[in-house]
């Protein structure tokens, strides 16, 4: 796996921002550049588990392992989920097993800096570089106070 950062300029405080990345609906529509029907079910806090969804019973489990509001969410997956179930481990999931995914956020020129670091398994890596900029671009816009529509 490789560690891959993206970072965003905001003009939004630290605290907007936050809510833009954590808040059900405003997350629905970031993460929809990623798969429409895009979700997550938890409460956010640090030791939760976490089920990332896309409205189709696939995606990820994964747990909360630090929160530092409105500082940094760090989430470490832990594997696939596949027809609404989550898998033990196999091939696949192992390329996700233990990878993690940071949010941090930092107060800059008036605004914030929003960075974001992940492990990615190689064979994702030109799909996370492509379509992690268009998911920076939309929680710009909702944090602006724009729309992605």
Known sequence: MEKLQFSIDIAAPR????????DDATYRKWTSVFTEGSHAETDWQEGSKVLFLDGKGAGMYSRIDRRVEPELMSIRHLGEIRDGVEQ???DQAEDWEDATENYLLREHNGGTQLQVELDGADEYKDYFNDIFPKALAAIKALAEGGDTA
Do not use: G, I, T
């Not at 605290?15 to 954590?22: A, E, F, P, R, S």
């Open 88 to 90: 033990s481990k196999d």
């Open 15 to 22: 605290q907007k921002v936050w809510d833009v990345l954590w």
